[in-house]
Structures are given as C-alpha cells and as structure tokens.
C-alpha cells in the first residue's frame, strides 16, 4: 500500500511540473520546457498507473487531480507570480477538504 502513495506523489509532481512547463514552454515555442511537458505527463500517468495496482481508481484519481489542481495553483503564484482571488482560495479549501473526505472513507 505504501508503495501506491509513493507512486501516486511522483505522479501529483511530475503532473504540476508538467503543467508549469507547459506555460513556460509559451504554446509550445520553445522547445526545451516543451520536450519536459511530454517527459512530465509521461511520468505522470506510467506512475499513475502503478498506484491504481494499490490503491483504488476513486480515491487515486481524487487525489490526483485535487492535489494537482492545488499544487499547479501555487507554482502558478509563486513562479508566474499570478494572482488568487477570494473565491479561487475558496475554492482551493474546498478541493483539499473534499480530498481529505474521501480519503477518509
């Protein structure tokens, strides 16, 4: 079991980091960030697939996705110095507070 929440913190962070180069790679202009987009979505989903062997697709693909969703927001304020609004840190808390919940189940 532990071995599916390794592979499924690998996936949560080459998935943001992935994300993050695909800003960076500026639509795909640049070519070096680009070639890190496909290597970071590779990573993310072959390691995606060894935690769904673990741990089941409901409570991977949750946390997946929410701490994906919550990592690539604060890349994007602390690397591309974007902004959160009130609503969009409401919705951050609710993204992790639903995770948590199923994770409890």
Known sequence: MMAGYIFLLIAILSEAAAAAMLKASDGFARWQPGILVVMGYGL???MMSLT????????????????????????????????????????????VSGVVLINLT
């Open 52 to 95: 769904l062997k673990f741990i089941p697709l409901s409570l991977s693909y949750a946390t997946w996705s929410g701490a994906g969703t919550v990592l690539t927001a604060i890349i994007g304020v602390m690397w591309f110095k974007e902004k959160l609004s009130r609503r969009a840190i409401a919705g951050i808390i609710c993204l």
């Open 44 to 46: 993310a989903f072959y």
